[in-house]
């Protein structure tokens, strides 16, 4: 247990330093063509990782079998990419990763709901109350460097 909870915050430590990479690919090769860097090399990498997998599989008849929907995953990382690049030249990188942990907390509350019809009220206060944090936390923060 301790294990995948030490993946999880990995997982984590990767994914702000990812958006930070991947920040700075944009600024150097503007959004679009640091989306395209970025989305070419993930796929060599999923292919050769794929490639030394011992799990294999050459039957590639099968993804013709799944259902549409299993594909909307790209689409969805493309769109996340590029959001987080949009927000990281407005706020800071806490703000910005906060948010971001704020909307995964909460597609989450709504994928429950969707998919096993379950809800917590507690749950979702505990999301507003990040969010409202951040906000408080951004004016904050604007007015003290006004002052400054």
Known sequence: MYAIIFIAFLYGCATVISK???????????TWNGSLVNYVVASILALVLLFFSSKLQTD????TKVPAYLYAGGTFGVIAF???IVTLNRMKVFQSTILLLSGQL???????????RNFSWIKL???LLVAAGIFWDKK???????ND
């Open 60 to 63: 590639l008849a099968m993804c």
């Open 125 to 127: 206060a505990g999301v």
């Open 106 to 116: 909460l597609a989450g509350i709504l994928f429950d709901v969707a998919v096993f």
């Open 82 to 84: 590029v959001l987080s």
């Open 140 to 146: 904050v923060t604007s007015s003290v460097s006004k």
């Open 20 to 30: 930070m990479i991947n920040y700075r690919a944009a600024q150097e090769l503007g």
